[in-house]
């Protein structure tokens, strides 16, 4: 029988951290997942014993969803990638060293002792600046007035690019993305078993606390009532729940949701700016040049990490590498064979001869990596609560305030799951 306090449809990181809080204060919770399979971009491939993510994954130790794990109980095992590696920059096909500290700083090639100095100033205003006080104002605006170097701005970019996966300077508010950075330097997190681990944690947690599941579950339309959500999937079962909590893309949500058209959702949802990325993962026996092991582009949109020099993803010690060549969301041109050759012509620099010690590989042309970030045409921020639907809300990485990629995804599963208790609670002591 269909008796549930909350249907959430989407099994990924928001609709699992949400159901972990819901049941934790006694709600009864179903997740709908129209794959057979959780995770969503979260998800792990097992290649004959490799495990690979969806495109490199790294866990902020700083970050929203460290900081909710955490709190929910849950330890993620793996090793601090930012731990004892140098970071390298790749700059008109050449590698160059990137200064990450006062002697790298002295001895870099890179920059000029003019451009040193600036360097300097701006590590230690990423490190201790109040980044709350930012203006509400693009990044790039941000960075051409406050770094006076060029090369100081490829570097600056080349982090921001990393710890946002997005590309697009003009557009994206700087506070957001400089709290990113300045996260970034206290660490990241590479995940052993891959990310599959978080997944598995918080579904089997969820599993204890009370939370049904079911995969392939297709939901296709959900009549909004004034006390309750008629959820009718493709099987052509219905759920009946007071409350229901979408985690599914911005427009997929609205064209399920009927009667959304004259409703903030559409507003969110013509909005978004859906942000891609092309992927190349790689099984690999060995690394022939092992002093590359996680470089940036300067002057391309890429980069290049070894994740096992942190987690564990083979049981027979094949190394698993990223590359990752970011898209513009703005521009929205995405050449799939070109965009491999670039990576591959990265991997030629980083590593010559790598092909002959390749065991399993996986390419992702246009991989989503979110369905919208905090930028400059973006009004408001999205959810939880859908304001003219009671009892609807929203969750996912395009959800985020002024988190993003998992942080986002992450901490709006909370802010939904929280949302419901604080009006349920609110609706008790009103009827009381």
Not at 10 to 32: E, H, I, M, P, S
Not at 237 to 242: D, H, I, L, M, S
Request: aromatic residues 6%.
């Amino acid at each position: 029988m269909n008796n549930f306090d909350v249907a959430i449809i989407g099994g990924g990181l928001a609709g699992l951290t949400a159901a972990n809080y819901l049941a934790r204060v006694g709600k009864k919770v179903v997740v709908l997942e129209k794959s057979n399979r959780l995770g969503g971009r979260a998800m792990t491939n097992d290649k004959n014993g490799v495990l690979m993510n969806l495109g490199a994954h790294g866990l902020y130790l700083e970050g929203q969803a460290m900081k909710i794990l955490t709190e929910l109980g849950i330890t993620i095992p793996g090793g601090n990638a930012s731990k004892s590696v140098q970071i390298q920059g790749i700059w008109k096909n050449a590698v160059y060293t990137i200064p990450t500290d006062f002697s790298s700083i002295l001895s870099s090639s890179l920059l000029s002792w003019k451009a040193k100095i600036v360097f300097s100033k701006l590590m230690l205003k990423l490190m201790k600046g109040n980044m709350d006080s930012i203006p509400d104002i693009s990044l790039s605006d941000w960075a051409e007035a406050e770094i006076s170097d060029p090369m100081v701005r490829h570097i600056f970019y080349s982090l921001s690019r990393l710890t946002t996966y997005t590309s697009a300077p003009t557009v994206q508010r700087a506070k957001p993305v400089l709290k990113q950075v300045k996260r970034s330097l206290n660490g990241v997190l590479y995940v052993d078993g891959g990310w599959e681990t978080i997944i598995q944690k918080l579904k089997n947690q969820a599993i204890e606390a009370g939370v049904e599941f079911f995969n392939s579950k297709n939901v296709i339309e959900i009549e909004h009532h004034e006390q309750s959500q008629s959820i009718r999937c493709s099987d052509g079962e219905v759920y009946t729940v007071p409350d229901c909590i979408i985690t599914a893309p911005p427009k997929e949500a609205l064209n399920m949701i009927n009667g959304s058209d004259h409703t903030s959702l559409r507003t969110w949802a013509e909005q978004a700016i859906p942000v891609t990325a092309c992927c190349l993962d790689l099984g690999i026996k060995k690394l022939p040049n092992p002093k590359n092991q996680f470089v940036l582009g300067l002057d391309q949109s890429l980069f290049f990490t070894n994740q096992s020099r942190a987690a564990k993803l083979s049981e027979d010690g094949t190394i698993v590498v990223s590359l990752v060549k970011y898209h513009n969301p703005i521009e929205q041109s995405i050449h799939r064979q070109a965009d491999k050759e670039q990576l591959e012509a990265a991997m030629d620099l980083l590593h010559p001869d790598w092909r002959k010690d390749v065991v399993e590989q996986q390419f992702l042309p246009k991989m989503t990596v979110v369905h919208d970030f905090p930028h400059l045409k973006r009004s408001g921020n999205p959810g939880p609560a859908i304001p003219q639907m009671k009892g609807i809300y929203i969750a996912g990485d395009w959800c985020g305030h002024e988190e993003v990629l998992a942080d986002a995804a992450v901490a709006s599963g909370k802010r939904a799951a929280l949302q419901i208790v604080k009006t349920n609670e609110l609706f008790l002591v009103k009827e009381g």
